[in-house]
């Protein structure tokens, strides 16, 4: 996401850079140029105008043009406005009440049945929640299939009344069902349409009205750029809703509602949605964000994807293995494992700074450690524990019993043999890092 408008704002700044000496005139043709970057990732043209202007005051008023690194500055200026524009600080979600309930709104194909799954999944292992999610969706047939196969997958139940085609009154019973059963959170998904129309907003009105929910989010597919923002604006004259939630940031998206539809609407971007895994949902951290828009990467959010994957005692194992060069194929399997659940590793590794522009054009295969793994399932339990004893023979009964070569064998425990002494030599010098 976001990577032409990263590409035009650094071609922006090259122009600041690379003159003799900084002026006026170059410092507007800069922010002209940032203007158009802007416009051209599908930037509300009223909010990419009043941008500019604010860097301009700013960088006047900083006294950008006799600083000894303007150019530094510059980026300092616009990155702090691209923060501000998308609200400045982060807005949690409002889940304190017992039970909280929030209420989704939005257009059909939005991503609210989904983004409703992934909220609960989040909340549940991240906040120790035990939520209820409630199918109120009655016109689309298949929506509360998805939410009970959605909900059979991360383990929460789902209310639903088959045959009740009254939305108000299937949420009202919900609401009594989550206080009855101990349930502390509620997410309520409700009926999307291709377009607004009256007869979906009465309803939903009149389902706010009902359940007096604590939180309202407007869900938005990002990809549909300033047809976002303007629908955002019809449910939020007619919803005030708490907050907004960006769906689909990791397709062929040009960034736009991200950046407008927090002036626009005047509420927070409180969840970003990065892919169509359970697990692909981030809370919208505005100067992170602000921090990849501009090539910076993102190393806090990394950090914390690392943590969240860090086991305390299976790292104390891991070490004392690693000391004693004991590291075998079935710990290098975890630590796969583990990789894989950080998410999408393109986007992973370019929370890394430096390392967006690097990988802009490299394919990632999520599927990437498939040949690894089928590798290492095709040995025995005693050769995964026993590398060293892998002879010719049995490299090659591995090799037609993973679809490998003998080639993509050899490879893979001479890689496997450096990574072991690698980690020796490190686990001697340096303990695992430790939360704080």
Request: aromatic share 6%; glycine share 8%.
């Amino acid at each position: 996401m976001f990577e032409n408008l990263s590409e035009r704002l650094e071609r922006s700044f090259k122009i600041l850079k690379g003159q003799g000496s900084i002026t006026e005139i170059n410092v507007a043709e800069t922010l002209k140029d940032i203007r158009k970057a802007l416009i051209d990732a599908d930037v509300n043209y009223k909010v990419a105008k009043t941008f500019t202007d604010e860097v301009k005051e700013k960088a006047l008023g900083q006294d950008v043009l006799t600083s000894l690194q303007p150019g530094q500055l510059m980026v300092k200026i616009v990155h702090d406005e691209l923060a501000r524009l998308m609200g400045g600080t982060t807005v949690d979600v409002n889940i304190k009440a017992n039970p909280a309930i929030i209420l989704m709104s939005g257009l059909q194909g939005s991503g609210k049945t989904t983004f409703s799954g992934k909220l609960a999944s989040m909340l549940k292992s991240k906040r120790g929640k035990n939520p209820l999610l409630v199918a109120c969706d009655i016109y689309r047939p298949a929506a509360i299939d998805q939410l009970k196969v959605l909900g059979e997958q991360i383990g929460v139940p789902v209310y639903a009344e088959i045959g009740n085609k009254d939305a108000v009154e299937i949420a009202k019973n919900a609401v009594k069902f989550a206080k009855q059963n101990n349930h502390d959170l509620v997410i309520v998904d409700t009926a999307g349409r291709l377009a607004i129309d009256e007869q979906m907003m009465k309803e939903i009105a009149a389902v706010k009205a009902a359940i007096q929910p604590h939180e309202t989010l407007f869900v938005v597919d990002s990809m549909t750029g300033q047809d976002a923002v303007n629908t955002a604006k019809e449910f939020n004259d007619r919803l005030d809703f708490d907050g907004v939630v960006l769906t689909k940031l990791d397709g062929d998206t040009r960034g736009g509602a991200a950046l407008s539809i927090r002036t626009v609407v005047t509420k927070p971007i409180k969840f970003v949605g990065t892919g169509e895994k359970m697990d692909a949902l981030d809370t919208f951290h505005p100067e992170r964000m602000a921090d990849r828009i501009l090539g910076m990467g993102d190393i806090v959010s990394f950090v914390e994807k690392a943590q969240e994957m860090y086991d305390e005692e299976e790292s104390r194992r891991l070490s004392k293995k690693l000391a004693k060069n004991q590291f075998d194929f079935d710990d290098f399997m975890g630590q796969l494992t583990q990789i894989k659940k950080m998410g999408n590793l393109k986007d992973v590794a370019s929370m890394i700074p430096g390392m967006g522009k690097a990988l802009k054009d490299v394919e990632f295969d999520d599927n990437v450690f498939k040949s690894t793994e089928a590798i290492i399932h095709s040995m025995t339990p005693f050769e995964r524990k026993n590398p060293e004893v892998i002879n010719g023979t049995r490299r090659q009964r591995i090799a037609k019993g993973s679809g490998t070569t003998i080639q993509d064998v050899n490879r893979l425990l001479k890689q496997f043999d450096e990574m072991r002494k690698m980690m020796k030599m490190v686990s001697q010098h340096k303990m695992p890092f430790k939360r704080k």
